[in-house]
Each structure stands twice: as C-alpha cells, then as structure tokens.
C-alpha cells in the first residue's frame, strides 16, 4: 500500500484517535463542491479509516473508507498506509426512531480488481491480505456499526472545540 497525508483542519486529537474537517474550496483537487465538507476520523488500532461527507447544506452524504494499517497520529495530523480496498457507505431513506440517525446503507467496494492484481503480484504481505479481507467483510456486515463509531467520535471533536470556546471541560 501505498502512505497517505491529507491536510485537515484538526478538531480533536487523543493518542488514540484523530478528528480533522476539511471544506472544499472552489477548484480543489478533489474535485468536491465548493462547501462540501469531510469529516475524517482515524484510530491507532482500528482497520480503517473513515470520511464522512456534507453537502453545502449540511446534509450527510456518504461514509468513504479506506483499509488501512501503521496509522500514525500527532499534532501535525494523521499518516497512514493505504491497503487499497475502499467502501462507501451511502445512507438509505430509513432513519432512527427520532434522532434522524440512519440505520441502513447501501454498501460499495471500490478497488477490488487493483487489489487482485497486487496480490497476483505479490505486492501485498500475507499479513496485509489478511488485514484487507477481514476489513472487507467488516465493511460488509457491520456498516451501522462503524457510521455509529464514526458519528460518536465527531460528536466528541464538537463537543471538545465548544468546550475549549466556552471555557467549560468536554
């Protein structure tokens, strides 16, 4: 795989666990909408690493997810491997009881054929064959639960910054 850096507004960083938000400027390199904005979050020891994307209005998107491994976090942001496999999470009409939180999603691997022709290759470890296949199917089978992991730390990053603003502990 390949290391990764991308530029994020940082909002809340534990040994642990990073929360960064990047806006799309007009003509960026992503080729986002001007306001669109991503939420990243990034755990030490988890499998992956997630953005979760607005639409100018606030409105969410989709969950984007990469495999992921080494992941590396400081006050200058997060670095990661890249194990190739990425997913979209793309949530579907049904909502939650009365919080509006999603419980569906339509789930979309992304990088599949690269990914048999690196092992083909031999360019991936075994380690990092197996790494990518369990992440998939965790992907797969457990969509709700890492939107809810993702939500909940981007929640905390909120809460932290207001508290900072306030004066008050998070």
């Known amino acids: 795989g390949s290391t990764q850096c991308f530029v994020l507004e940082p909002w809340w960083i534990t040994s642990r666990c990073f929360v960064g938000r990047w806006r799309a400027e007009p003509d960026n390199p992503f080729g986002a909408r001007a306001g669109v904005t991503s939420w990243g979050v990034w755990w030490r020891t988890r499998p992956y690493g997630v953005y979760r994307i607005h639409d100018v209005d606030g409105a969410r998107l989709l969950y984007r997810l990469d495999v992921v491994k080494d992941v590396r976090i400081s006050v200058d942001g ?51 064959i197996r790494r990518v296949r369990w992440t998939r199917e965790l992907f797969l089978r457990r969509p709700e639960r890492i939107a809810i992991r993702v939500d909940v730390a981007i929640e905390r990053a909120v809460a ?10 998070a």
């Open 78 to 128: 997060v670095r990661y491997s890249d194990l190739i496999v990425d997913a979209q999470f793309r949530p579907q009409d049904e909502t939650g009881p009365s919080d509006g939180s999603v419980r569906k999603f339509q789930v979309r691997l992304e990088d599949e054929e690269e990914l048999e022709s690196v092992v083909r290759d031999g360019l991936l470890s075994a380690a990092d």
């Open 160 to 169: 932290a910054v207001r508290a900072e603003k306030t004066g008050d502990e």
